[in-house]
């Protein structure tokens, strides 16, 4: 089965740009990329989702190359409030059906 | 709030209770999930529904046993647990089976312990 690949955790700065890639190298053809935060004793919350090329809300960007095998989640000025972990999510094709597995994640810690 | 709404929020149950966790989406979503998370662990699928129907069921002990009555409905049933199934169960639901527009909605979680 496809998995995603993120680093394990990262440091930041308030008031930085923090990018984060994940690699998913056998992604679904017709599958999203969705990327979730999540909150200690949370569920993961919907941050920003893209098929291809590059998609803007108003938290986040997130870059997607031509062959889609990764993508980078882009959070601009980060704040101490952004410290949480962050997965990304594609699809695992197996048998003809999909099956959504969550990696690990990154874990990213924003310093003041 | 989600729109996904779990409880109880926290549960402490020996290893010979009965309990269960119920879930309740608002979203008009079709499809529901149980995930398991441990400590510092990535979440695991347990049980996939769609239209009520289980799909999916990834080699969950029977101690768990899942129920969804109608699509907005979803609930747990535990039985006879380990110490090492103390975790966050969460609860999440989207559009449609597999991951459609806007992704999962998940609940906040409840937290059990075995004791």
């Known amino acids: 089965l496809a998995k995603t690949t993120q680093p394990i955790s990262m440091d930041s700065y308030e008031g930085q740009e923090v990018n984060i890639t994940c690699s998913h190298n056998?992604?679904?053809?017709?599958?999203?990329i969705t990327w979730y935060q999540q909150f200690p004793s949370q569920g993961p919350r919907f941050i920003i989702q893209?098929?291809?090329t590059k998609v803007t809300n108003e938290v986040a960007s997130l870059f997607i190359p031509a062959d889609r095998k990764s993508s980078t989640l882009s959070l601009p000025r980060v704040s101490l409030s952004d410290t949480a972990v962050y997965y990304c999510l594609v699809a695992a094709t197996a048998s003809g059906t999909y099956k959504y597995i969550f990696g690990t994640g990154t874990r990213l810690k924003v310093l003041a | 709030e989600t729109g996904v709404t779990q409880t109880p929020r926290h549960l402490v149950m020996g290893m010979t209770n009965k309990k269960s966790l119920k879930c309740e989406q608002h979203l008009g979503h079709n499809a529901m999930y149980w995930y398991k998370q441990s400590a510092k662990k990535p979440l695991e699928l347990m049980f996939v529904y769609s239209l009520e129907e289980r799909v999916e069921n990834n080699s969950v002990p029977s101690r768990f046993s899942p129920e969804c009555p109608n699509s907005s409905h979803l609930f747990l049933h535990l039985h006879t647990l380990q110490p090492e199934d103390s975790a966050l169960y969460l609860c999440?639901?989207?559009?449609?089976?597999?991951?459609?527009?806007?992704?999962?909605?998940f609940g906040s979680g409840t937290r059990l312990t075995v004791v």
């Open positions: 056998n992604i679904a053809t017709n599958d999203y």
């Open positions: 893209g098929y291809k």
């Open positions: 999440a639901s989207s559009q449609d089976k597999g991951q459609s527009r806007y992704g999962y909605t």
